[in-house]
């Protein structure tokens, strides 16, 4: 079955990194776009990195850009979300997700999450 399973989250001070991974399972994974999300609690879930399955196109939105960087490894089924300079509004909780399109903004696949808090 399919597995997406999160780890690498923890408790990290303002301006510290973190750095998380997704060990994906259970389908085609070079052939899906993957993203990191965030929903800290009373928000929305959002986007905050993609990959195309090629791993050759990043997207970010403007809230991380500079500071996030999400890469891939196709061999070994993983992607990974580098995480600096991070800030106490970066507290939430970190899902992978994988979909077919690059593009796509709905449904796939989705891990359960780790927690990412930031605080001194």
């Known amino acids: 079955q399919v597995q997406l399973v999160e780890s690498g989250g923890g408790l990290v001070q303002p301006g510290g990194s973190l750095r998380l991974s997704c060990a994906a399972s259970?389908?085609?994974?070079?052939?899906?776009?993957m993203s990191w999300y965030r929903q800290a609690p009373g928000k929305e879930r959002e986007s905050v990195a993609r990959?195309?399955?090629?791993?050759?196109?990043?997207m970010y939105p403007s809230s991380v850009k500079g500071r996030f960087t999400i890469s891939r490894d196709n061999d070994k089924n993983m992607v990974y979300l580098q995480m600096n300079m991070l800030k106490p509004e970066d507290t939430a909780v970190y899902l992978c997700?994988?979909?077919?399109?690059?593009?796509?903004?709905?449904?796939?696949?989705w891990g359960q999450g780790t927690q990412v808090t930031v605080s001194a």
């Open positions: 997700n994988a979909r077919p399109g690059y593009f796509s903004e709905s449904g796939g696949y």
């Open positions: 259970g389908f085609a994974f070079s052939s899906y776009a």
């Open positions: 990959v195309r399955s090629d791993g050759g196109s990043t």
